[in-house]
């Protein structure tokens, strides 16, 4: 019985550890170049106030255009941050990401899954305004 026991046991560890090993970053360059902002709330910035976007999206080096994402943001609160559930669309599949963008500093959302070569996609993303260039972001996905 102590013997079956060791070996659940270091299965159960093999298992917790795959994902680590398993582990892919990918870092992009965002261009938010079509982007609409939908006035719901009160006029002006407002709770509720819509955003949308269908961005063009590059490799790591900002050269070439490797896919694109789209999605939407609500106000949530008023010069500080949206709410944003987005895809990112790539040739090799897709990937969902979900969390707040803040209107200043960096912003850390959830990635909620994926398809193709991204399907069941776990982790993170991060996307940080690049500097010297507020007309683009870093986007670097820590995926598990």
Known sequence: MKH????????????????ALAAERLQLV????????????????????????????????N???VGTDQGFCVRVIVGKSWECIW??????GLITVEGPF?????????VTGG????????GQLKLHTRPGKPDSYDFTYDLL
Not at 11 to 17: E, Q, S
Not at 32 to 57: I, K, M, Q, R, Y
Not at 102 to 110: E, H, I, K, T, Y
């Open 4 to 19: 079956l026991m060791q070996i659940a046991t270091a299965a159960l560890a093999t298992l917790v550890a795959y994902p």
């Open 30 to 61: 965002e261009h938010p170049s079509n982007e609409t902002t939908v006035d719901l709330g009160a006029n002006g910035d407002s709770v509720g106030d819509l955003l949308t976007f269908a961005n063009p999206v590059f490799d790591a080096a």
């Open 63 to 65: 050269r070439q255009q």
């Open 87 to 92: 895809t990112m669309i790539l040739k090799d």
């Open 102 to 110: 803040a209107d200043s500093g960096d912003s850390l959302f959830v």
């Open 115 to 122: 398809t193709g070569k991204y399907a069941g996609a776990k």
